[in-house]
């Protein structure tokens, strides 16, 4: 009995997610709302790719998974060649929705629109850019395909987001309120990773690394 016992193969009772942003895109001088403008990566931003693509050589991936948005879609492939996994792209990984706001700046956002802007900042899970999301509706988009694609793997995952994207999941799943949301940081090419525990009555995520991004610095 104890012989049949050994040679029964351990199964593991928690899941590795590792959570990385996108490389360096450029968005210009000025600080703009770019949510979901297609930019590509810079340079600088594949660079940071490829040594984030290093980092994680050696972690065996179930799946690779990533917005559709050129960004999140190049940085993927370029971490997939380590692999040998193609990225699954999906566009309920995008970044949040600014709607008119895209691609224009703070400070000519709050000239022309004062109030806007001002309700805004006051009310950021709940406020609508006109033709945009709130935090809170963009939150409830990427947890129902976050969670669907964590129950539908067995194995690690790999998720290629935006900052918006990895701050929602990492403030949802640690119980913190989105208009505290912009208090995590999310460099660009860093690497988060979140273990899932799968033995409990109830399900429980553990961070266990956030915006580490030790592998630029070489």
């Not at 009310?123 to 694609?149: C, H, K, Q, W």
Request: hydrophobic share 40%; net charge neutral.
């Amino acid at each position: 009995m104890a012989a049949e016992r050994g040679k029964r193969e351990w199964v593991r009772d928690y899941m590795m997610i590792y959570l990385v942003r996108h490389g360096e895109i450029d968005t210009g001088k000025s600080k703009r709302y770019i949510g979901q403008v297609d930019l590509p990566l810079t340079s600088t931003g594949i660079e940071q790719t490829m040594k984030l693509r290093d980092r994680l050589a050696g972690v065996k991936l179930a799946g690779i998974y990533c917005s559709d948005l050129n960004r999140s879609f190049i940085t993927a492939k370029i971490i997939a060649l380590a692999h040998q996994i193609s990225p699954v792209a999906s566009v309920d990984l995008r970044e949040i929705s600014l709607g008119e706001w895209e691609g224009r700046s703070f400070e000519e956002i709050r000239r022309n629109f004062p109030v806007e802007f001002a309700r805004r900042g006051a009310n950021l899970a709940g406020y609508v850019p006109t033709g945009g999301e709130s935090f809170a509706d963009f939150s409830d988009r990427i947890m129902a395909a976050f969670n669907r694609l964590v129950a539908g793997t067995d194995g690690d995952l790999l998720f290629v987001g935006h900052a918006g994207v990895n701050r929602a999941i990492i403030s949802h799943l640690l119980g913190m309120p989105l208009n505290n949301i912009f208090q995590i940081c999310q460099d660009y090419a860093c690497l988060n990773i979140l273990c899932r525990d799968l033995c409990r009555d109830k399900e429980r995520y553990r961070l266990k690394l956030l915006n580490s991004t030790e592998h630029l610095e070489f």
